[in-house]
């Protein structure tokens, strides 16, 4: 800002001073022709100097609006600004996507070249009405309807917010623990992008991100509020424990579900070397389980996780542990999610590692391109089941409001790459998968 108002105020100001006292300027003096010569030689380095200051900040300006992507959710992932809160109204958005996929592992598919399909409409409502915040999303898939978030907030001051209904519980690396549109394998056992009913308090203050929250059961009312439909949900969770007789993606004949769960997450941003900016942090979480009649067990995971930025580079790191410690024993849990049962063991350890480049550029729409590698590992399982893992290189192409992920997936014993966690599959699969969304 300094540079190109100071080249504004000179840019008169030099020339002005030169033909005032020419003389004065110039050791032994000149004569007037080479004098104005060197006059306009001056001012056309000046307009250059100008114009390449003006062309720093257009690059800038893109640079900072290309990383920011139209993600899954909206505010319930970052406090609402005060200039947000301080004025009233409600802004209505969504998003319809689409989807191509082409799976190896399925012959009917492969043989056809791969499917195009419709994924979801969404519809957001977003903003604050006279100091009460609001966030909430309905999704329409071809299979189902579920609530993504539904919460109400108070801005308690500049760097606190309490939020209370359907939110994103606090837990690992966020807004996401992934750069891809398949998550990581945490999401598939309920432990990224979940959403639960409670209350949620969020401080902010220097370096500091703290984080708390006590939910009182899942976005569907917890196993009291289980209906015929209860895997029509969006975010993965525990909806009972499998039986030795049942099979990996029956409904469960043993009904249960998270209780009274109290999450923390803590975090701390520093910055040791120029350009590189880290967030190193500790998540934890303890519940109970219960199957409607009483007390079933209880349940809990902890994470250690970094995040670092260098320029256009970005590294995501996480460790996690979790159990279900069911007092029937069960070494199996069934969860529900996107209209079907699956199983994930009761108790395992994960590793996730990722890294994304960002790209302006100027494609004609296209403003961005963010290539990454997201690796997943689920290992010591319970049951004595083989690990999980899964690979996605690929790249998201920001273009206004089209937003299109394009994912080359590599896994085994996976969700929706042709396998399951509570299975051995004993070989490998790939998907090729783009989808696009516009968001508005």
Known sequence: MLIPTLARFLSPLAVAALLSGPTSLYAGGKDTELLLEEIRQMQQRIKQLEQQIKNDQQSTEVTESATETPSETLTEEEMQTSEEVDSDGIKVGGAVRLQYSNERYREGNRDRGGDFDFDIFRLNLDGQMGGVLLSAEWRWFQYMNAVHHAWVGYQV??????QAGIQKVPFGVLPYNSHNFFF?????????????????????????????????NDEQGGVDGFVDNREDRYSYDVVGYRSPTEGTYDEPQNAIAENNTLNARVAYQLSPLKDLDLEVGFSGQYGLLHDGSDKAGDHSAYALHLVADYGPWNLQLQATSYEYDVDAGAELMAVGAYSFFDTIPAEADSYTANLAYSLPVSWGAISNLTFYNDFSLITNKSAGLDDTWMNVLGVAVSAGG????????TAENQPFIGGTMGADSGESEQRLNINLGYYF
């Open 157 to 162: 001051n500049d760097g606190a917010q309490a």
């Open 184 to 216: 990581s394998s945490n999401y598939y056992v309920g432990l990224e992008d979940d959403y639960d009913a409670g209350l949620k308090y969020l401080h902010q203050e220097g370096p500091w991100d703290l984080r708390f929250g006590f939910y009182f």
């Open 402 to 409: 089209l937003y299109t992920y394009i994912d080359f997936v």
